[in-house]
């Protein structure tokens, strides 16, 4: 079989940035300066990263760009304060509370505190529900977002196609597979999860695989119909103490294996996660021109 496709999302997403960077000056123009808070409760070290990647990118667009790092302690009431005052601060158009925040925290009522029409996130149930009418006032999810322009970008057709995807968080795995069953783009859709019985029968039938579990290379040769395509949305830390970090990176699909039995494959990092921030980037922008129509 020819090698894959390798689907470069650090370079489609310096695309997509471009794009940003040209529209962030047109906004400016007229007046408007688009502006991003991130609030990121404690110090997971990955989230920390994340958060960095996404005020930078802010700033080397031109955007404004808040980031509000509070301490594990934080308390729900204290949270909520932070929201209510970005809500209420018209310099800001998106704003983003990094997930996972510390146990004690209530997601679900700090989401639905947002204002959705800053909810870069789309996870505000009101965005969500605009996810399942197709509305396009409404914002995507970035990753998802993110893993369908690499598909769009990259040529992979997806009307009829038979899509898998393995995940069924609020994040990814379910939006995901809105996205792919919606009328732009067709695809015969099934969610698996942990649960699924015989999950490796369920992802040979995929055309297109989008694994969204969190489990490092869980994704075996065998799990693959030749020639598929396969979105590698994880971004998990292994240990290895040849690295000057003592972790290296790999997603929920074992590459090596994985890779020659493909048309098309995402690899990690340098595939979805680039895309996420420049969906984030692009759903900022949605927001300031909906505040500025
Ligand atoms: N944690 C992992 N992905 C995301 C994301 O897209 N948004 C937020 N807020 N937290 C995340």
């Known amino acids: 079989m020819n090698p894959p496709q390798l689907l470069d999302g650090k370079s489609i997403a310096a695309t997509v940035l471009d794009e940003c960077r040209a529209e962030a000056a047109a906004l400016l123009e007229k007046g408007i300066r688009p502006g991003l808070a991130v609030v990121l409760v404690g110090n997971d070290p990955a989230s920390q990263v994340y958060v ?4 930078r990118t802010c700033s080397d667009l031109g955007f404004h760009s808040l980031k509000i790092e509070l301490p594990t302690e934080t308390t729900q009431e204290q949270l909520l304060k932070v929201v ?19 146990k004690h925290i209530d997601e679900e009522a700090i989401i639905r505190a947002i204002d959705p029409r800053k909810d870069v996130d789309g996870f505000h149930p009101e965005n969500v529900a605009k996810l ?9 999810p970035c990753t998802p977002a993110g893993c369908m322009k690499l598909l769009e970008v990259s040529g992979i057709p997806t009307a009829g196609a038979e899509a898998v995807v393995i995940g069924r968080s609020m994040i990814v795995g379910k939006p995901m597979a809105l996205l792919l069953v919606s009328k732009i783009s067709n695809a015969t859709v099934t969610i698996a999860h942990s649960l699924s019985n015989d999950l490796p029968a369920i992802c040979r039938r995929a055309d297109i695989l989008v ?12 799990w693959i119909k030749p020639g598929a395509v396969v979105i590698d949305v994880g971004i998990n830390r292994v240990s290895d103490p040849s690295k000057k970090s003592g972790y290296r990176l790999t997603g929920d699909v074992a590459f090596e294996e994985v890779a020659p039995l493909c048309s ?7 595939g979805v996660g680039p895309m996420t921030i420049a969906m984030l ?10 505040f500025h129509p």
């Open 52 to 55: 960095g990647s996404k005020t």
């Open 84 to 102: 209510q005052d970005l809500n209420a601060d018209p310099s800001i158009h998106g704003i983003l509370v990094q997930s996972p925040p510390p």
């Open 264 to 270: 098309a494959i995402t690899p990690v990092p340098g």
């Open 132 to 140: 399942v009418l197709e509305d396009p006032t409404g914002f995507v």
């Open 281 to 290: 980037m692009k759903n900022t922008l949605q927001a300031a021109r909906q």
């Open 211 to 222: 694994a969204a579990v969190g489990r490092p290379e869980m994704v075996k040769a065998d």
